[in-house]
């Protein structure tokens, strides 16, 4: 079964120092998610991309954080200057099609630790 | 504003059948969806509704009533195994999902 693939599966850094997070999408889908949750609470919503722009984005992805898809099969999430707050379990999550609830699929997560 | 309301945590004994409800107040609607989710793993994906009524799929059902901005997750033939948090996630606008707390099964031998 297709498979979204995150690296690092945990990430150790310092606070104000940048960090950025990979995903490897499912490789015929169009639509690619990053969202967090930070333990114990509840999965948030970070921000959306298709066809190479931001199609949502929500109040947490402010101009600290940025999403790049470099080439055909990796898409990026950016956090400049972390902060302890930053810590959380990081998911990518790609989609075939906007329709249909069979169009997410998550990746395994990275954890952010920021000391 | 954007509201999911799930149980907190349920207990149940393997065998049973257990019902997850949730309900929703939402700014938009484009189906729900519930998720389960190990610790510390990455939630996958269970049911889909966008329209009323059940879906049924093996041993987990979903049923869905817009009108009443509710829906729930029936676990039959319950294994320890299905010891999870199992989230319900609205579909919101264009693309995001937004996510319950979660709830909380433990099963029980």
């Known amino acids: 079964e297709p498979e979204v693939t995150q690296t690092p599966s945990h990430q150790v850094t310092q606070m104000g120092q940048e960090v950025i997070l990979r995903c490897v999408p499912i490789?015929?889908?169009?639509?690619f998610y990053w969202y967090r949750q930070i333990l114990g609470q509840k999965v948030e919503f970070l921000v959306s991309f298709y066809n190479n722009e931001i199609s949502e984005k929500s109040e947490i992805f402010d101009d600290q954080f940025s999403v790049e898809r470099p080439d055909g099969s990796n898409f990026t999430l950016k956090i400049r200057s972390t902060k302890l707050e930053d810590s959380a379990m990081y998911f990518c999550?790609?989609?075939?099609?906007?329709?249909?609830?069979?169009?997410?699929?998550f990746g395994s997560g990275t954890r952010l630790t920021v000391v | 504003g954007q509201n999911i309301d799930q149980p907190t945590e349920m207990t149940a004994t393997e065998g049973a059948i257990v019902q997850i409800n949730c309900t929703y107040q939402t700014s938009g609607f484009n189906g729900l969806f519930w998720y389960q989710q190990h610790a510390g793993e990455a939630p996958t994906f269970l049911s889909y509704?966008?329209?009323?009524g059940l879906e049924e799929k093996g041993r987990f059902s979903s049923f869905l009533s817009r009108s009443k901005g509710y829906s729930y997750l029936l676990l039959k033939e319950l294994q320890m195994k299905d010891s999870a948090s199992y989230l319900c996630a609205v579909k919101s606008g264009t693309d995001k999902l937004i996510f319950g707390t979660g709830t909380r099964l433990q099963v029980f031998p």
């Open positions: 490789s015929n889908h169009l639509y």
């Open positions: 509704n966008v329209l009323d």
């Open positions: 999550a790609s989609g075939g099609n906007r329709v249909g609830g069979y169009g997410y699929t």
